[in-house]
């Protein structure tokens, strides 16, 4: 749809002469006085705010404000900017941009809204900003070319980085871009363009980083430096409460390069995440090599703490326990309707239990942080989720004013929501201000492994009252599992939120809805986890709507569809609904395509799942074979309705990935606790899954739409597994237990 840029005080849209005859287009905060980045202003390329710069040559600049952690977000934004002022997509080069911050009487003033990667609102959040940073510099340039054609404003219109007179004459942006720097502010309102003229929005195009990512060009925070910088490396406790009970440095500080030794503790009165994550000891020395030579010598002993005698059996072995006994919910988050009085009228009851282990992070790109640190300043290149979180740990550690904080964010090697915890930045901060030179602060596999903020593993345990036309007439659901955010300033009522959705499927789907939640105690640290809380829980209710199916031996395509209804809209808690048609709809389209309609003859497994998630919608259909005791996953193909699509072929790359490391999960991953220890130390203990493991491709289909766009970081996660489940369960029912099973649908179809 079309709209207008409304200039107002509170928030508007800033031009600024640049050197060279460069346009320079940003969006601020209220703030005029912030200083322009030298980079924008004509000066080799560094580091700058959320602008667009045309320069005199015709190339257009254009900073992607969220850090991008392989989601595909720079070029998705960019592109958002680009169509709207009508660029030249092959004169386009997208930028990171740093932490943008300053300093309003000593508190910090974000000055490009929100800075956020990997958290599946970029799209939402920038969706009217951008587009109002593109239609500023359009009518900008607009205004520049007319004493040059000769023609109103009104009768020029602009495409591929030019103005265009009624007549075919252009001139390019490059060329209008010193007047169009001197133009003043409109006074009213600027027009965004309609759907129709959009010209990049809903066009597919590669990852605008693709070439340098090919080529070994792009840079990430390792591959930065400042020059005679220190390396530490670290050695935690395993125990995250436990204590450093001896320590022998002296053959460390032998070893030619070794710098120091130094002991990190926690803060006990800060929240995960902004301190230390374990008591560790680090080494600094000129190299990495040295540093982990050093790590080596060192004599260390460690006492354990409370969470000496934890294990992830033990923690299992509770929630069952809870689930099963008659004990009242940490939080009973939802009740609809009367779940006692719908049993007495049950035709039949259905149960079953779900487990799910801990789960880690595991990034490509370990935990690291660069830091230059001094009396008046600090500058970090960080790979972080979060860039304004980041900055809040250096200033609580640092005290300096807001805007003497630069946080720089290069590509980041994977986040998953591990980056939205900075207690690796709080290390190597700590550890920069004993040294008088720039630290590199790196972890190694097994540190990272064996100190995450891991997803806490749960229980399941579902029953389910279905009346004598087949219809859920109840619904009970029941978790148990460690709340992510004990400890971060979440009141106790609400810890469940990190667990379980008040608005998951089915709620509101069923006229009796219960969801209990069970919080159980542990010393392990927890913290955000791609997909959650949608993760866990779609494998447990989607995997248990196909035992229902199975219980009433009919196709769980029949099934779910009855349990979703006709085509409506299910206001759901909090605002908003759920727009069944479209859930339908992206059901439909995976099992039309993967040809569900041999589900039943097929010696192969077929499985299906759906969800729906902040306005999007998703479904999976797997088909699977089994030779002896060998699977093989043969297709996996998802659907999505994410509203507008900005990039379909980013789309489409993150939907497979997405399904790619849900599936990798399922096969393989596990962390398990023993004596308060994670066992799990390397690649060869948590295996990501193989290419052979995994399906050829996956078939992403995009549902075109004209609503507002929605996120899609990690929209595919939560069906993956519970589709691959239920096609594993089906393809294992046909070789063993199913042939009564069989013959019994085919008489009934």
Same mark, same amino acid.
């Given at each position: 749809?079309?709209?207008t840029?409304?200039?107002? !005080?509170?928030?508007?849209?800033?031009? #600024?002469?640049?050197?060279?005859?460069?346009?320079?287009?940003?969006?601020?905060?209220?703030?005029?006085?912030?200083?322009? *980045?030298? %980079?924008?202003?004509?000066?080799?390329?560094?580091?700058?705010?959320?602008?667009?710069?045309?320069?005199?040559?015709?190339?257009?600049?254009?900073?992607?404000?969220?850090?991008?952690?392989?989601?595909? /977000?720079a070029?998705?934004?960019?592109?958002?900017?680009?169509?709207?002022?009508?660029?030249?997509?092959?004169?386009?080069?997208? #930028?990171?941009?740093?932490?943008?911050?300053?300093?309003?009487?000593?508190?910090?003033?974000?000055?490009?809204?929100?800075?956020?990667?990997?958290?599946?609102?970029?799209?939402?959040?920038?969706?009217?900003?951008?587009?109002?940073?593109?239609?500023?510099?359009?009518?900008?340039?607009?205004?520049?070319?007319?004493?040059?054609?000769?023609?109103?404003?009104?009768?020029?219109?602009? &495409?591929?980085?030019?103005?265009?007179? *009624?007549?075919?004459?252009?001139?390019?942006?490059?060329?209008?871009?010193?007047?169009?720097s001197?133009?003043?502010?409109?006074?009213?309102?600027?027009?965004?363009?309609?759907?129709?003229?959009?010209s990049?929005?809903?066009?597919?195009?590669?990852?605008?980083?693709?070439?340098?990512?090919?080529?070994?060009?792009?840079?990430?925070?390792?591959?930065?430096?400042?020059?005679?910088?220190?390396?530490?490396?670290?050695?935690?406790?395993?125990?995250? %409460?436990?204590?450093?009970?001896?320590?022998?440095?002296?053959?460390? $500080?032998?070893?030619?390069?070794?710098?120091?030794?130094?002991?990190?503790?926690?803060?006990?009165?800060?929240?995960?995440?902004?301190?230390?994550?374990?008591?560790?000891?680090?080494?600094? =020395?000129?190299?990495?090599?040295?540093?982990?030579?050093?790590?080596?010598?060192?004599?260390?002993?460690?006492?354990?703490?409370?969470?000496?005698?934890e294990?992830?059996?033990?923690?299992?072995?509770?929630?069952?326990?809870?689930?099963?006994?008659?004990?009242?919910?940490?939080?009973?988050?939802?009740?609809?309707?009367?779940?006692?009085?719908?049993? !007495?009228?049950?035709?039949?009851?259905?149960?079953?239990?779900y487990?799910?282990?801990?789960?880690a992070?595991?990034?490509?790109?370990?935990?690291?942080?660069?830091?230059?640190?001094?009396?008046?300043?600090?500058? #970090?290149?960080? *790979?972080?989720?979060?860039?304004?979180?980041?900055?809040?740990?250096?200033?609580?550690?640092?005290?300096?004013?807001?805007?003497?904080?630069?946080?720089?964010?290069?590509?980041?090697?994977?986040?998953?929501?591990?980056?939205?915890?900075?207690?690796?930045?709080?290390?190597?901060?700590?550890?920069?201000?004993?040294? %008088?030179?720039?630290?590199?602060?790196?972890?190694?596999?097994?540190?990272?492994?064996?100190?995450?903020?891991? !997803?806490?593993?749960?229980?399941?345990?579902?029953?389910?009252?279905?009346?004598?036309? !087949?219809?859920?007439?109840?619904?009970?659901?029941?978790?148990?599992?460690?709340?992510?955010?004990?400890?971060?300033?979440?009141?106790?009522?609400?810890?469940?939120?990190?667990?379980?959705?008040?608005?998951?499927? *089915?709620?509101?789907?069923?006229?009796?809805?219960?969801?209990?939640?069970?919080?159980?105690?542990?010393?392990?640290?927890?913290?955000?986890?791609?997909?959650?809380?949608?993760?866990?829980?779609?494998?447990?209710v989607?995997?248990?709507?196909?035992?229902?199916?199975?219980?009433?031996?009919?196709?769980?395509?029949?099934?779910?569809?009855?349990?979703?209804?006709?085509?409506?809209?299910?206001?759901?808690? &909090?605002?908003? =609904?759920?727009?069944?048609?479209?859930?339908?709809?992206?059901?439909?389209?995976?099992? %039309?395509?993967?040809?569900?309609?041999?589900?039943?003859?097929?010696v192969?497994?077929?499985?299906?799942?759906?969800?729906?998630?902040?306005?999007?919608?998703?479904?999976?259909?797997?088909e699977?074979?089994?030779?002896?005791?060998?699977?093989?996953?043969?297709?996996?193909?998802c659907?999505?309705?994410?509203?507008?699509?900005?990039?379909?072929?980013?789309?489409?790359?993150q939907?497979?990935?997405?399904?790619?490391?849900?599936?990798?999960?399922?096969?393989?991953?596990?962390?398990?606790?023993?004596?308060?220890? /994670?066992?799990?130390?390397?690649?060869?203990?948590?295996? $990501?899954?193989?290419?052979?493991?995994?399906?050829?491709?996956?078939?992403?289909?995009?549902?075109?739409?004209?609503g507002?766009?929605t996120?899609?970081s990690?929209?595919?996660?939560p069906?993956?597994?519970?589709?691959?489940?239920? =096609?594993?369960?089906?393809?294992?029912?046909?070789?063993?237990?199913?042939?009564?099973?069989?013959?019994?649908?085919?008489?009934?179809?």
């Amino acid at each position: 749809m079309s709209g207008t840029v409304r200039l107002s !005080r509170r928030r508007f849209l800033q031009v #600024l002469a640049g050197t060279a005859g460069a346009l320079i287009v940003g969006i601020r905060s209220a703030r005029a006085d912030a200083p322009v *980045p030298p %980079d924008m202003l004509g000066d080799p390329l560094y580091d700058f705010g959320m602008f667009i710069r045309v320069d005199a040559d015709g190339t257009i600049l254009i900073g992607s404000r969220d850090p991008e952690t392989g989601t595909g /977000v720079a070029t998705a934004l960019a592109r958002i900017m680009a169509d709207e002022m009508d660029a030249d997509w092959q004169r386009v080069r997208v #930028l990171p941009l740093g932490l943008g911050v300053a300093n309003d009487n000593g508190r910090p003033r974000w000055l490009y809204g929100e800075q956020a990667g990997g958290t599946g609102n970029s799209m939402p959040r920038a969706w009217h900003d951008l587009r109002s940073a593109g239609a500023l510099a359009r009518w900008l340039l607009i205004q520049a070319a007319v004493p040059q054609l000769g023609v109103p404003p009104e009768k020029l219109r602009t &495409g591929q980085g030019a103005v265009i007179a *009624p007549d075919g004459r252009r001139i390019g942006y490059g060329q209008l871009a010193a007047a169009a720097s001197k133009i003043a502010l409109p006074h009213g309102d600027i027009t965004l363009k309609t759907p129709d003229r959009y010209s990049l929005i809903g066009k597919p195009a590669g990852d605008a980083q693709a070439r340098a990512i090919v080529t070994g060009q792009t840079e990430y925070a390792l591959d930065k430096h400042f020059g005679d910088t220190l390396v530490a490396v670290l050695a935690h406790c395993p125990w995250t %409460d436990g204590e450093l009970a001896g320590l022998d440095s002296t053959a460390a $500080l032998a070893i030619k390069g070794v710098v120091k030794v130094i002991e990190l503790k926690p803060d006990p009165h800060l929240p995960p995440g902004e301190t230390v994550i374990a008591p560790a000891v680090a080494v600094i =020395a000129d190299s990495t090599w040295i540093a982990l030579q050093g790590r080596r010598a060192l004599k260390l002993q460690w006492k354990p703490g409370a969470s000496g005698s934890e294990s992830s059996a033990a923690l299992e072995q509770q929630a069952t326990a809870l689930l099963n006994s008659d004990a009242a919910p940490t939080t009973r988050i939802r009740d609809d309707g009367d779940i006692d009085k719908a049993k !007495r009228k049950a035709a039949r009851r259905l149960e079953a239990t779900y487990y799910q282990p801990w789960l880690a992070h595991a990034t490509s790109e370990p935990m690291n942080c660069l830091v230059r640190l001094d009396k008046t300043s600090a500058t #970090l290149y960080v *790979p972080t989720q979060s860039p304004q979180q980041a900055w809040t740990v250096v200033q609580r550690l640092t005290g300096l004013a807001p805007d003497q904080i630069d946080i720089r964010v290069p590509r980041v090697g994977g986040g998953y929501g591990r980056r939205l915890d900075h207690d690796y930045v709080a290390e190597a901060v700590l550890l920069a201000k004993e040294v %008088d030179k720039p630290l590199r602060l790196f972890w190694t596999r097994d540190e990272d492994l064996t100190h995450d903020y891991y !997803r806490s593993g749960c229980v399941h345990k579902f029953d389910a009252i279905i009346e004598a036309k !087949r219809h859920v007439l109840a619904w009970n659901q029941r978790v148990a599992s460690a709340s992510a955010l004990v400890g971060r300033g979440v009141p106790v009522d609400h810890l469940w939120s990190s667990e379980v959705s008040a608005n998951q499927f *089915p709620a509101g789907f069923v006229p009796n809805y219960r969801s209990d939640w069970f919080g159980l105690s542990s010393s392990m640290p927890r913290g955000p986890h791609r997909g959650m809380p949608h993760l866990t829980n779609a494998f447990a209710v989607c995997s248990f709507v196909d035992e229902i199916a199975h219980a009433l031996k009919e196709d769980p395509l029949v099934t779910h569809l009855r349990l979703i209804g006709e085509p409506r809209l299910i206001p759901q808690q &909090g605002g908003g =609904a759920v727009d069944t048609a479209r859930l339908i709809n992206v059901l439909k389209l995976v099992t %039309d395509r993967i040809g569900w309609k041999d589900w039943l003859h097929s010696v192969n497994g077929f499985g299906l799942a759906c969800w729906y998630m902040d306005g999007a919608y998703v479904a999976h259909a797997i088909e699977v074979s089994m030779q002896g005791e060998k699977l093989t996953i043969e297709r996996a193909v998802c659907a999505v309705d994410v509203g507008r699509v900005i990039n379909p072929l980013g789309l489409e790359g993150q939907v497979a990935g997405a399904t790619l490391d849900a599936l990798s999960t399922a096969l393989n991953l596990a962390i398990t606790v023993k004596d308060g220890k /994670v066992q799990q130390t390397s690649w060869k203990d948590y295996p $990501l899954a193989s290419m052979a493991q995994l399906p050829h491709t996956v078939e992403v289909i995009t549902v075109p739409g004209e609503g507002e766009p929605t996120g899609a970081s990690f929209l595919a996660m939560p069906t993956a597994a519970p589709a691959l489940a239920n =096609a594993v369960f089906r393809v294992s029912a046909v070789r063993v237990r199913r042939l009564p099973l069989m013959k019994e649908l085919l008489r009934l179809l």
